[in-house]
């Protein structure tokens, strides 16, 4: 793994360390419900995914993309799905490893790097489910490409992504409330930052962010192969969110 990716994952066990909303793991009251049929699950913080992207989910050989955390995985394996974690982050696959054991679920959980998938075999999963979560890596085209190798014919992906335009303003007025064009798409921490913020970021465990083109996000999937099915926005949290929605989720079906 390079220097981005040790990085990164080391960032991510701290975010577990600190309660980040994405790092909490579902009660198990969520889970009982899901044994029932009762779930959903969500990429962003505001919407769940409609449920009518989801085919019957009772042996559905699902791959939960970079989506550690004790959130997706262990809903769609209380549903009934056949489940596999895997994230960056060893404490991220823990918190899934943590409700399986309390609440008597079976999932797997395999840390890697979201662009690498090859300890996969090709056509190995029905279904990927791959939160907000390509921000925190520098080329996102291998993700599509490696998630499309791995999908069954007639598999779906279902993606959250920021919209870049969160990236354009200056990260300290922002938290003012002040919102100031400073920095352009695609943007790169290690890139846009000065050499100090980077090595602010570093040394505290900081993730290290960045911002693709909507070309990439988009066109990038369906240039792996994939077709472009189901679109929603939300709301992420971000003062820009007075303005425009800033999180994105797509469906897209290998055909």
Not at 17 to 44: P, Q, Y
């Amino acid at each position: 793994m390079n220097k981005l990716v040790i990085h990164n994952s080391k960032a991510w066990d701290k975010k577990v360390e600190l309660g980040n909303e994405w790092t909490v793991a579902v009660d198990s009251h969520i889970i009982e419900n899901a044994k029932m049929g009762n779930w959903s699950i969500r990429m962003t913080p505001g919407k769940d995914v409609p449920m009518e992207w989801f085919p019957s989910v009772d042996g559905l050989k699902v791959l939960c993309l970079a989506s550690g955390g004790g959130q997706q995985g262990p809903v769609l394996a209380a549903a009934g799905a056949d489940v596999t974690v895997f994230d960056n982050s060893e404490k991220q696959l823990a918190q899934d490893r943590k409700v399986a054991e309390r609440d008597g679920l079976t999932l797997r959980t395999v840390k890697g790097s979201m662009n690498d998938l090859s300890c996969f075999d090709d056509e190995t999963f029905d279904f990927i489910v791959h939160p907000v979560s390509n921000c925190f890596i520098d080329n996102i085209l291998p993700v599509w490409k490696e998630a499309y190798r791995v999908l069954k014919k007639g598999g779906t992906l279902v993606s959250g992504f920021v919209n870049p335009v969160v990236f354009l303003f200056d990260m300290d007025l922002e938290q003012e409330g002040v919102l100031k064009v400073k920095y352009s798409i695609p943007f790169a921490d290690e890139k846009d930052l000065t050499e100090d913020k980077v090595k602010e970021l570093i040394e505290n465990k900081e993730a290290l962010e960045f911002g693709h083109s909507l070309e990439d996000q988009i066109k990038g999937q369906i240039d792996a192969g994939f077709i472009v099915s189901g679109f929603y926005e939300d709301k992420g949290g971000f003062v820009l969110d007075e303005y425009i929605n800033t999180y994105s989720v797509t469906r897209s079906l290998k055909m």
